[in-house]
């Protein structure tokens, strides 16, 4: 394989850093690389590997531009709000390099066809926000020997490491064998996270992928230990921590040969991951414990308790509602009205406030229910112009 005069122009800022040169360049070129999501991560990590001239990139997402992605969701724009993610993407990147042959997958990525994808690619890069896509693409990656550059970002913090590394590094479940609480887990709709942070680690995540594909961590000096990135954007000097974790874990239920449970046929037709990670919406309380948003605003001047966070309860909230984050209500032993007060719980979507009610109702509140499906259905069905956050 050689380049074209056209590559060697277009590459060519790059093809004159030492510590990169005509070797990386070719095998950037005869490489295939899988980027799941094209969200926040996704963009800034696609928009650099496609500069940088990787041969084929698959992109992977199901969801549509939302006005609410501009602000970190880069290669989207005001004009393709409403189109598939991966169209969007597909049509700004092919401005940016058109040498490159970009795949798109306008599908979320699933047990059913996780294998057949992954099988075409020789990197993957995990770019997606929920705890069950990430292990669904660590474990079909495992089982496949390839490499998973991952990253994560929440309000102003980003994380970044690189999993099973070349078939020998560690896997997601040599460090998390089962998921985290489904109510300890935010999302990045229920969080936030400021566009230049979640860009960050996007970039760093291209840049680890270009590092893995051109062999650097081959090179004499420069081998590979497993690790994890911690950026803080902040704090006064901003900070980027990256602690050296241990290898593969003696147990893994997946990397380790010895151990392994989960196989290609388990991922397939065993696991449904979404109701493992307790992704699903939960039912913790009765119904009796619970009532319809109908009825919620049928009442009189209820006293409300508002569970999401500050930051939302300040943006929008109900008359009268008094905010109490989750877990600051879980510390309380008492409200300041008495025990007999009939309290509404409310929150975002009505999983959070089921977990609140169970407190209350162990610190004397038996008259305590929740509105089902929170200030989501209050909008849906009550009121359209409440804009919910
Ligand atoms: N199983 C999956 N397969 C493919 N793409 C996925 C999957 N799960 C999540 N994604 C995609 O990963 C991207 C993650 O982007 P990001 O974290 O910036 O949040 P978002 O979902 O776009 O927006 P918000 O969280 O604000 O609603 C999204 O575009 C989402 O559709
Ligand atoms: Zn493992």
């Known amino acids: 394989m050689s380049l074209s005069l056209n590559e060697y122009t277009r590459y060519g800022r790059q093809l004159i850093v030492s510590e990169f040169g005509l070797d990386s360049q070719l ?10 999501g094209a969200g926040g991560l996704g963009c800034p990590a696609l928009q650099y590997l496609v500069g940088a001239g990787i041969g084929t990139i698959g992109i992977v997402d199901p969801d549509t531009v939302d006005v609410s992605n501009l602000h970190r969701q880069i290669l989207h724009s005001t004009e393709t709000v409403g189109m598939l993610k991966c169209e969007s993407a597909k049509q700004q990147l092919q401005k940016i390099n058109p040498l490159v042959e970009i795949v798109t997958y306008p599908t979320a990525l699933s047990t059913d066809n996780s294998f057949d994808i992954f099988e075409q690619y020789d990197l993957v890069l995990d770019c997606t926000d929920t705890p069950a ?12 020997g390839l490499t998973v550059v991952s990253g994560s970002g929440l309000k102003t913090e980003g994380q970044l490491s690189i999993l099973n590394f070349d078939n020998v590094g560690p896997c997601y479940r040599c460090f998390y064998p089962t998921p985290p609480p489904p109510s300890s887990v935010t999302a990045c709709s229920d969080g936030g996270v400021l566009g230049p942070v979640i860009g960050l680690v996007g970039v760093m995540m291209s840049l680890e992928a270009i590092k893995i594909i051109s062999g650097y961590y081959h090179t004499e000096g420069a081998e590979f230990q497993p690790f994890l990135s911690m950026y803080n954007g902040y704090n006064p000097l901003q900070s980027l921590r990256t602690f050296k974790m241990r290898g593969r874990s003696a147990k893994c239920r997946v990397c380790n040969p010895a151990t392994r449970e989960i196989t290609k046929h388990v991922v397939q037709n065993e696991l449904d991951y979404a109701v493992w990670c307790g992704k699903m919406e939960y039912n913790v309380l009765s119904a009796d414990e619970r009532i319809p948003v109908e ?18 309860f300040s943006i929008v909230h109900l008359p009268n509602s008094v ?56 909008s849906q069905k009550i009121d359209p112009l409440f804009p919910v956050y």
């Open 295 to 312: 009825r919620f605003a049928e009442l009189k001047e209820p006293f409300v308790v508002d569970v999401r966070a500050k930051e939302q």
């Open 27 to 36: 095998r950037l070129k005869s490489s295939r690389v899988l980027v799941v």
């Open 323 to 378: 905010n109490i984050p989750l877990n600051a209500l879980r510390r309380l032993e008492t409200l300041e009205v008495p025990k007999s007060t009939p309290v509404y719980v409310i929150c975002r979507f009505g999983n959070d406030s089921q977990l609140a009610v169970k407190h209350l109702k162990k610190i004397g509140y038996e008259n305590t229910v929740d509105v089902i499906g929170g200030l989501n259905q209050w």
């Open 133 to 144: 896509t990430r292990y669904l693409i660590n474990d079909t990656a495992v089982l496949l």
